[in-house]
């Protein structure tokens, strides 16, 4: 039977009560995209259109980005997993391939091991979810942000308080948390509270790690541990690309995963 290839639309879903906007194209099995923090699926539309000539894809813009939703209190990924379960089950997607970018990776993990009976093979692709350790630079910051917050408890200063905490995030390079605004500001930090570094081992499908070699916002070190850790993994390092493929060369990434499925 000849493959339906289907031009891009966009499409609504009411999942859970929220409004969710989603991307889907071409035919075939099923290719689910999670973008990053602050994107959306406007910015996986080239890698879409070449990985449609193969796959179904779909790309959801994610709760709390793009045209969807916010959810209805502070998420972590837990609830970020069960809400992707509800959504794939929503669009009767079972044994799919998964692709998380950055934050979409982390979700993509947890989703793995929660629910690997409906992934073929995870695709993590410059993927968050490992915290670094602190050096003395970063102690010293957290300890500043501790007298901080002693400093501006008097009632007088408290209005100050969110603007000094904005200063401590981006110390720690968390630039996105102050442009988060309400519930997505807490939903950022129970995100950034998990490390799914003992996690990891627990992913037991067959996975592609892709990794930008020039990666300043994950570096590449991450993507050895991941690598170390996913026992059925393999790694891919696009050299001089940083932290997104899918506008810097999103013709090599939709190369670098459709080879995966070569002999």
């Known amino acids: 039977m000849k493959n339906f290839k289907r031009a891009m639309e966009e499409k609504e879903a009411l999942i859970e009560n929220l409004k969710i906007n989603y991307k889907i194209a071409g ?5 689910l995209i999670l973008h990053g923090w602050g994107g959306s699926s406007d910015s996986w539309k080239i890698v879409i259109e070449i990985l449609k000539e193969k ?8 709760p709390g980005f793009g045209k969807s939703a916010p959810p209805p209190e502070a998420w972590s990924l ?7 379960k509800k959504f794939s089950d ?3 997607l079972n044994d799919f391939f998964l692709l998380g970018h950055s934050f979409g990776g982390r979700i993509a993990v947890k989703f793995s091991v929660f629910y690997p009976e409906k992934i073929k093979a995870l695709f993590l692709c410059n993927s968050a979810g490992i915290k670094e350790k602190w050096g003395l630079k970063e102690k010293a910051i ?4 501790l007298i901080g917050n002693a400093i501006f408890s008097p009632k007088f200063f408290r209005r100050l308080q969110d603007r000094a ?9 968390d630039r996105d948390y102050g442009k988060a605004k309400g519930v997505m500001k807490e939903t950022m930090k129970k995100i950034l509270e998990e490390d799914l570094l003992p996690t990891l081992s ?3 499908v067959k996975t592609l790690i892709i990794w930008g070699e020039k990666d300043k916002i994950v570096p590449l070190k991450h993507a050895f541990l991941f690598k170390e850790k996913i026992k059925n993994s393999r790694l891919e390092i696009l050299p001089g690309i940083r932290h997104s493929p899918h506008l810097e060369a999103p013709e090599k990434l939709a190369q670098t995963i459709t080879n995966f499925f070569s002999p």
């Open 90 to 92: 929503y669009l009767r």
């Open 27 to 31: 035919g075939g099995t099923p290719f």
């Open 165 to 173: 905490r904005n200063i401590f995030y981006r110390f720690l390079r």
């Open 55 to 62: 796959f179904q894809v779909i790309c959801p813009d994610l």
């Open 142 to 145: 957290f300890l500043l942000a």
């Open 202 to 204: 627990q992913v037991r």
């Open 78 to 84: 837990t609830e970020y997993s069960q809400w992707l």
